[in-house]
């Protein structure tokens, strides 16, 4: 075996022991001892690693340095790709010394303030959100009088825009309109946003305090579920929405919402009760205040959801 070789193997063995250090425990890395590596065809194989599909950010904001340094690290900073292994202590040959001295100089070219960082980042990722240029004006006058999906042609009587605090440390999504909400343009105004208000006063704040939006506009026919396609089209509108608004804490509720945030399929009765996170910004999924109207005794799941996002704002302030 080459000196290559030996070197690859060291790289993905210090890999996978970072990745370790991340909590993918999971990872089922068979990797054979530098000495013993033998050259063979690549091998598929059923990985334990399942990767889990994210919404992307909204288009138009940048992406963010990733901090190499596990003490520099913002809470939340998610990491999208390696590091580079620029601290291993292996001598490298002369080339490698050139090439890392080319990339700094690149770097120093396209953002003289980055060279004076002891330790340059050299991986672009974007793991929580970043400054928007957006208002909340521009993102309505985009929507405009929207024709994107086939709602608007479905007895839509008003596009149902997001309200409320947009300074809010907390912002509530839910599906879509109903009957009410269509009929007033407003979100949550029917019964289940009559239960909505109560939640929220249950954990000592006023409906007013707090930003609340859906992640699709316009109301379905029947108050039926809305199509992917339909979600599809909406759901950017919201995502702009957040990375202006930044909250502190998003509730999704029910299925719909924390899957179109999340970008995960997992049951809502899963999900709950838990924290998740949405480019560093904490994300409980609780059940929709509709279904506790048919099912009351789910209100004591949701009180034990709301006391948490009750106490993490608390500890935040
Ligand atoms: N259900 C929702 O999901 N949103 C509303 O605005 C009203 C009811």
């Known amino acids: 075996m080459n000196s290559e070789q030996t070197n690859l193997i060291s790289d993905v063995r210090e890999h996978v022991r970072y990745m370790h250090e991340l909590g993918l425990e999971a990872l089922a890395a068979d990797l054979p001892v530098a000495g013993e590596a033998v050259a063979r065809q690549p091998e598929r194989s059923s990985s334990s690693i399942q990767p889990v599909e994210r919404t992307a950010p909204p288009p138009d904001l940048k992406a963010q340095r ?167 089209a909406c759901r950017p509108f919201i995502l702009r929405e957040v990375a202006v608004i930044k909250p502190k804490v998003i509730v999704v509720l029910g299925a719909t919402a924390a899957h179109n945030l999340l970008q995960i399929k997992t049951p809502i009765s899963h999900l709950r009760g838990n924290f998740h996170d949405y480019f560093g910004v904490k994300v409980m999924p609780t059940f929709h205040p509709a279904y506790l109207l048919r099912d009351p005794h789910k209100k004591r799941e949701v009180w034990e959801d709301m006391k948490k996002v009750r106490d993490y704002l608390n500890d935040a302030k």
């Open 66 to 232: 990733f901090s190499p340094d596990p003490e520099k690290r913002k809470p939340g900073e998610r990491i999208a790709a390696l590091p580079s292994l620029a601290k291993r202590q292996r001598p490298q040959p002369e080339k490698q010394e050139k090439d890392d001295e080319n990339t700094v100089l690149m770097m120093a070219a396209s953002n003289p303030a980055e060279t004076e960082k002891e330790e340059p980042a050299l991986i672009e990722v974007s793991p929580v959100l970043p400054e928007s240029t957006d208002t909340m004006e521009i993102i309505r006058a985009d929507i405009g009088d929207c024709t994107r999906c086939p709602l608007h042609a479905q007895g839509r009587k008003q596009i149902v825009h997001t309200t409320g605090n947009f300074n809010a440390d907390l912002m509530f999504i839910g599906e879509a309109p109903g009957a009410d909400e269509d009929e007033q343009g407003l979100p949550f105004v029917g019964r289940a946003g009559q239960l909505l208000t109560k939640i929220i006063e249950s954990i000592g704040l006023k409906r007013e305090e707090v930003c609340i939006g859906n992640i699709n506009r316009c109301r379905p026919p029947g108050n039926r579920k809305p199509e992917p396609e339909e979600t599809a």
